[in-house]
């Protein structure tokens, strides 16, 4: 391996709360077994699939719910999942820190296929009509890649693009940079406003990012509040300029939780592989753009350090 949650914030007052209904496709035929499911998607359990039917479908943090969930920032019973006789919904039964719908906290709301459901720190995918088996099986391939909460490649994933890339660059004796991004003072957010907040940065910062780099590089989470990205192709002057406007972006983007706004900065660590010398493996490559990470965040954090990658 190269790569290196819980009190919450109230949520805001119920009179602000969401309630919407969706047109929905098709009506489901409830005949037919499987029909919908939720699948969980980031959180303890991934993977778990829980089939919707008839009967309503409660989630709680007692075990008496039908999903019991273990974590501080879930309600002892926190939402409910039900059938109205045309389409699914979630309802949310009163919770301290609220039931979202991709994002948008609600008091109601009818689910359509793909939905993301957050209870506490969990997350549900909704999977409805046509072939749920197959639906099912490629969220779970997708798991295998994509790290659920933002969205970007997991570790796993990373680890493994990682290997090819330096191989084909060490072979081929083509440019090669990584970038290691870390949040700083993240552990004030969890502690002072709690680990949904935490989670609500981790998702609008993937959501910040992500448009901003190139399809071929690879952006992926490797840590609870550390970013790796790989960018192929590219000297080292090259990646500093793409991690240094990567820096200022976040610096002057608004970052919300529930009304509160919390200004976030990272720091960057960048290097390159060396392309003379002995060939470099992708763990000195890692170690490299992690101690220029490392100095970026004593040299007083919100900024880009590099260098040359050395044995």
């Known amino acids: 391996m190269y ?9 805001e007052p119920r009179d602000t709360l969401e309630t919407v209904a969706s047109t929905l496709p098709a009506a489901v035929r409830l005949s037919e077994p499987g029909a919908a499911y939720l699948v969980i ?9 829980i089939p919707l039917g008839i009967a309503d479908v409660e989630c709680g943090r007692v ?6 969930l273990d974590d501080d920032a879930v309600s002892r019973k926190h939402a409910r999942f039900a059938w109205t006789g045309s389409s699914y919904i979630v309802r949310d039964l009163g919770s301290t820190n609220g039931t979202f719908v991709n994002d948008v906290n609600v008091r109601e709301r009818t689910l359509v296929d793909g939905d993301q459901i ?10 409805f009509g046509g072939n749920v088996e197959l639906a099912y099986h490629e969220e779970i391939y997708k ?15 990373f680890e493994t693009t990682l290997e090819r890339e330096v191989a084909r660059g060490v072979r081929y004796q083509r440019p090669l940079a990584l970038v290691m991004l870390d949040i700083d003072h993240f552990k004030q957010v969890n502690d002072g406003m709690g680990h949904l907040a935490g989670d609500a940065v981790l998702r609008q910062l993937a959501a910040l990012i992500s448009p901003n780099v190139r399809r071929e590089d690879t952006f992926a989470r490797v840590g609870g509040e550390e970013f790796a990205l790989l960018i192929p192709e590219i000297q080292l002057a090259g990646a500093v300029v793409v991690a240094d406007k ?8 608004p970052f919300h939780f529930e009304e509160k706004s ?17 060939p470099m493996t992708p763990a000195e490559l890692y170690q490299a753009a992690d ?21």
């Open 3 to 11: 790569c290196k949650a819980l009190s919450s914030p109230k949520s």
């Open 41 to 49: 998607i980031y959180g303890t359990d991934l993977g778990r699939r």
């Open 63 to 68: 075990m008496q719910t039908d999903v019991p």
């Open 118 to 127: 957050k209870i506490g720190r969990t997350i549900f995918k909704f999977i």
């Open 143 to 157: 798991l295998m890649t994509f790290d659920g909460l933002t969205e970007t490649h997991n570790k796993r994933s």
């Open 246 to 253: 990567l820096r200022a972006l976040v610096e002057r983007s």
């Open 262 to 278: 919390m200004p976030i900065t990272m720091s960057f660590g960048v290097a390159s592989l060396r392309l003379d010398g002995p």
């Open 291 to 311: 101690e220029q990470l490392y100095r970026a965040k004593n040299g007083g954090r919100n900024r880009v350090m590099s260098a040359l990658a050395r044995a």
